[in-house]
């Protein structure tokens, strides 16, 4: 399985190697693709951004693309914060909420080419709390809840696709057991965390359904508990500091806090309110770091992640990954029998791989976001977003501090002003 699931993934990236390598590609092409962002795309995607911020309904955004491993467009507009009316700039700090995510996933696969695990390993071969886990089946008469034997035990590949079975915070029974557990709390460590959430019941049998939740920061947790090292020191370690990511971290302080931008929540057309509720989550040094959440990073600093990534797991004289393992996180990893996908065709026709969505055929519609088949990305609560496409050798990072998520139509006109709108009959 591993190895057919290795050739699957290797389309993008050794194909984009062997063009870089001049050697012969595997698919025909008559030529190097064109440049996508020129002169004209350029000035599009400006007018793109500019027109959100002069609506209202964003205070400031900046973008960074790169293509063929140079800069191409970088551009900001508005303010970081607009009551102090600081102009949003290139080394401005944002929370990147779920952009975390991949990040958490390139630690545990580094950990996956020292041999330390095999993602069909079951979780609780590393992790006993996860031993006994059982299947919500509802309530009976008197309000207990009916449990079940899991089918399978928890996979590692469960957590990194959304399919392991845990469940979320809700109004039923089980949601509210959740709510009650509190295993997200920031005052827990990683390990506390997987100890209450080891106790719960799962939503689904591992492997059924793909719901968004915590499996990331299962993942931190698995890090923390293979390579014996605190998280936080693993992935900085292993991929931030190789990368020169200086400014993605869990804490700012306070010599950099002046660049630390607002967060604002809309609440209708050109009207925003300033948030006051997540700043201070960044300038303590609480106990949970999460694998799921929880980083603030810089247009360059990411872009530095996105890069390596197109690059198949290298970038300057670093190697974080080796180009297979690049490749398998980029290879959907759902079988077409998982039918319930939460949230996940609101993104497109994509599958998932390793803490990204893997887009696996054009846009169907026109009302899609427009993309490139093989394309890999994920996005934040906080409406930024970033994807890499290998096809163009183009990665693009957008920073924008927008709640709700993408209530505005921002990813699709950006991604648009580059790709051009989505044509009839895709």
Excluded at 32 to 54: G, H, Y
Aim: charged share 25%; proline share 6%; with cysteine.
């Amino acid at each position: 399985m591993k190895t057919k699931l290795i050739t699957l993934a290797l389309t993008g990236v050794l194909f984009v190697q062997a063009c870089k390598e001049n050697k012969t590609p595997t698919a025909k092409v008559s030529s190097d693709p064109p440049s996508v962002v020129t002169e004209a795309v350029a000035q599009r995607i400006d007018s793109t951004l500019k027109k959100f911020v002069d609506t209202g309904n964003i205070a400031g955004v900046s973008a960074l693309i790169f293509e063929k491993d140079k800069e191409v467009y970088f551009n900001a507009f508005g303010y970081a914060d607009r009551e102090a009316r600081k102009p949003m700039a290139r080394n401005t700090i944002v929370q990147i909420y779920s952009m975390t995510k991949p990040v958490t996933g390139t630690a545990l696969m580094t950990l996956y080419e020292q041999g330390k695990f095999e993602l069909d390993d079951p979780l609780s071969k590393f992790a006993p709390e996860f031993a006994d886990m059982m299947v919500y089946e509802g309530e009976d008469a008197s309000g207990n809840p009916i449990l079940s034997e899991p089918h399978r035990p928890i996979s590692i590949r469960d957590i990194t696709r959304h399919t392991a079975g845990f469940a979320v915070p809700g109004d039923g029974p089980l949601g509210r057991m959740v709510r009650e557990a509190d295993a997200l709390n920031r005052n827990n460590t990683l390990a506390q965390m997987a100890e209450k959430m080891g106790k719960l019941p799962l939503q689904f049998q591992p492997g059924t359904q793909w719901l968004y939740g915590p499996c990331v920061d299962v993942q931190a947790f698995l890090v923390e508990r293979i390579s014996g090292v605190p998280y936080q020191a693993y992935v900085r370690e292993h991929v931030l500091d190789k990368l020169d990511m200086g400014d993605t971290r869990y804490f700012i302080p306070e010599e950099d806090r002046g660049r630390f931008a607002a967060l604002y929540r809309r609440q209708g057309e050109g009207v925003l309110e300033r948030d006051t509720l997540t700043y201070d989550n960044y300038l303590k040094k609480w106990p949970l770091t999460r694998g799921g959440s929880g980083l603030t990073s810089t247009l360059d600093d990411y872009m530095r992640f996105a890069r390596m990534l197109v690059n198949g797991g290298h970038l300057d004289s670093a190697t974080v990954l080796q180009p297979e393992t690049v490749g398998l996180m980029a290879t959907n990893h759902l079988p077409d029998s998982v039918t319930e996908r939460h949230f996940l065709p609101s993104k497109g026709q994509v599958g998932f791989g390793i803490d990204f969505a893997v887009r696996i055929a054009p846009p169907a519609t026109t009302d899609e976001n427009n993309g490139v088949v093989g394309e890999f990305f994920w996005d934040g609560a906080a409406s930024t977003l970033f994807w890499v496409d290998p096809v163009n050798e183009l990665t693009a990072v957008l920073f924008v501090q927008l709640f709700p998520y993408d209530p505005i139509g921002l990813h699709r006109g950006f991604r648009e002003a580059i790709y051009g709108p989505v044509k009839s009959g895709n």
